[in-house]
């Protein structure tokens, strides 16, 4: 079952759910409000890091990087580095991200 990472957020003090909820109506919160967007741009498949940047305008790189460790921690993002000139880093859901397209 997923909890909430942030004591200060709304589903904390009681204000309602967070950004997404499972089968049993708890938020998934652990990356936060970018979630959704970082998640509905992966429903289209594997996605590099710079395809995601700029598909979330007003993101910056370093806060989906930390994003993208958050939902990785969370089990709904696989990361894929995949080797050789240059180095590339693939993101996709796992079935548990995937399982999410409903609520998005």
Do not use: H
């Amino acid at each position: 079952m997923f909890r909430p990472l942030d004591r200060d957020a709304p589903a904390e003090r009681g204000e309602g759910v967070g950004v997404f909820a499972d089968a049993d109506a708890q938020p998934v919160r652990g990356a936060g409000a970018f979630a959704r967007v970082i998640i509905s741009v992966m429903l289209r498949g594997p996605q590099g890091f710079n395809e995601l940047l700029a598909s979330a305008p007003g993101l910056s790189d370093r806060f989906l990087i930390e994003r993208l460790r958050e939902l990785e921690s969370e089990g709904l993002v696989r990361r894929t580095v995949i080797p050789g000139p240059p180095v590339w880093v693939s993101y996709e859901l796992t079935g548990a991200g995937a399982s999410l397209k409903p609520v998005i």
